[in-house]
C-alpha cells in the first residue's frame, strides 16, 4: 500500500511540474496560459485572440516567422495564421477600408506572438532596439502590436519602404530621414492611416505599430496552433 502511494505521489507531482510552465526572464505569473486565457474572454470578450482572414478576408498575409524567411532563419510557427485581439481586428478593419480607397492595402508579417517566441528572438539577437526584453514582454504577446506595409490593390505589390521588414537597420527608424522623397511618403502615408484608428508607431521599426490600448491585455504564451 505504501509502494503505491509513493508511486502516486511521485505521479501527481510530475504532472505538476509538466503543466506548470516557468520562465526564464519574468514571474510565471505575469504570463497566461490558455487556461486563463478562456476565463478572461469570458468575462470581457474583448479579450478574444481572433484570426484576421476571417474578419479582412482581402487582407494579405506574408508570415515570415511561419516560414524560413526571417532573422532566425527557422520556422517559429507551425500555422500561418495571423491573430489579434478584437478591437485592435476591428481597427484594422476601418484602416483596410481607408487604404482601399486610395487603391492600397495592408500586408502583414506579423501580429500576436507567443511570449515564448519573443524569448527565442532575445536570446538570438538580444539588442532591446529591435527584440523585445523579456522582462517586460511585448506588445505582440498581448495580442496588440501588427507588423505590416503597404501594398498597391492592382499589381499585389508593396509600396517602397526604407527598408524590408525586420531589418536592423538604422534606416528602419520610424522617423529616419535620409531617404528617397517616395518611400518616406510612403511610410508617412502608413504612418498617417494607422494613428487615425488607434496605433502608434514605435520608433526603431517603421513596420510595427502598437494598438493604443495594449495596457488592458495580459501578456500570453499560447501555441498560435492552438487557437
Known amino acids: 500500500m505504501l509502494r503505491r502511494y509513493l508511486i502516486l505521489l511521485v505521479f501527481v507531482v ?3 511540474h509538466v503543466s506548470a510552465q516557468h520562465y526564464k526572464y519574468i514571474d510565471s505569473t505575469k504570463i497566461c496560459g490558455v487556461a486563463r486565457y478562456k476565463v478572461q474572454v469570458k ?3 474583448d479579450k478574444q485572440l481572433v484570426e484576421i482572414k476571417k474578419y479582412i478576408p482581402q487582407i494579405v498575409l506574408d508570415l515570415r516567422y511561419a516560414t ?5 532563419h527557422r520556422r517559429m510557427y507551425t500555422t500561418a495564421k495571423a491573430f489579434a485581439r478584437l478591437p485592435v481586428v476591428k ?3 476601418q484602416v483596410e477600408a481607408e487604404l482601399k480607397t486610395q487603391g492600397l492595402g495592408l500586408k502583414i508579417y506579423d501580429a500576436y506572438r507567443p511570449y515564448s517566441i519573443t524569448v527565442n528572438f532575445y536570446e538570438m539577437a538580444p539588442d532591446t532596439n529591435f527584440v523585445a526584453d523579456p522582462r517586460k514582454g511585448s506588445k505582440h504577446n498581448r495580442g496588440c502590436a501588427i507588423d505590416l506595409s503597404l501594398i498597391n490593390l492592382k499589381t499585389g505589390k508593396e509600396l517602397d ?3 524590408g521588414f525586420d531589418s536592423f537597420s538604422r534606416k528602419a527608424g520610424a522617423n529616419y530621414m535620409d531617404l528617397p522623397a517616395q518611400q518616406i511618403s510612403n511610410r508617412e502615408l502608413l504612418k498617417t492611416v494607422m494613428a487615425k484608428y488607434g496605433f502608434k508607431v514605435i520608433s ?3 513596420w510595427h505599430y502598437d494598438f493604443t490600448g495594449w495596457p488592458e491585455y495580459e501578456l500570453l504564451d499560447i501555441p ?4
Do not use: D, Y
Open 14 to 16: 510530475g504532472s505538476l
Open 43 to 45: 468575462a470581457n470578450p
Open 68 to 72: 524560413t524567411n526571417n532573422f532566425m
Open 91 to 93: 481597427a484594422l478593419q
Open 161 to 163: 519602404m526604407p527598408t
Open 204 to 206: 526603431t521599426e517603421w
Open 224 to 227: 498560435v496552433q492552438a487557437l
